[in-house]
């Protein structure tokens, strides 16, 4: 009576087991997030992109960039886009749509 419950146990953790890693395999893909730019690569791409950045004030809260301490730089789908702080960085995040509007009309001359 042990074994067959012994048996039957293992099968069912088993199953289990094999039905977690399935569902982890079609889980959806992560959308894609700014990362704050560290690594020297990272910085070098930022600098080169920094030549023709036009933004002056973070795209999040709308502060001066600089005016709270060091810019915080971030790469988001191969785009710079600088923040005030850690704070906005996170929230970009959780709607970067909304953040890209921001910056894209930033971005174009006055007509």
């Known amino acids: 009576m042990k074994?067959?419950?012994?048996?039957?146990?293992?099968?069912?953790?088993?199953?289990g087991f094999i039905s977690f890693?399935?569902?982890?395999d079609t889980a959806?893909?992560?959308a894609p997030q700014a990362q704050i730019v560290k690594t020297p690569e990272e910085k070098a791409k930022a600098a080169e992109l920094a030549k023709t950045y036009t933004l002056t004030t973070c795209p999040v809260s709308g502060d001066k960039l600089g005016g709270m301490g060091e810019t915080i730089d971030t790469l988001y789908q191969g785009q710079l886009i600088r923040f005030c702080c850690k704070g906005?960085?996170?929230?970009?995040?959780?709607n970067p749509d909304k953040y890209l509007k921001v910056i894209d009309a930033a971005k174009k001359p006055a007509a």
């Open 28 to 30: 959806a893909p992560k």
């Open 21 to 24: 890693s399935n569902a982890s």
């Open 3 to 15: 074994q067959k419950f012994l048996i039957l146990t293992c099968a069912l953790l088993t199953l």
């Open 88 to 94: 906005c960085v996170k929230s970009f995040n959780k």
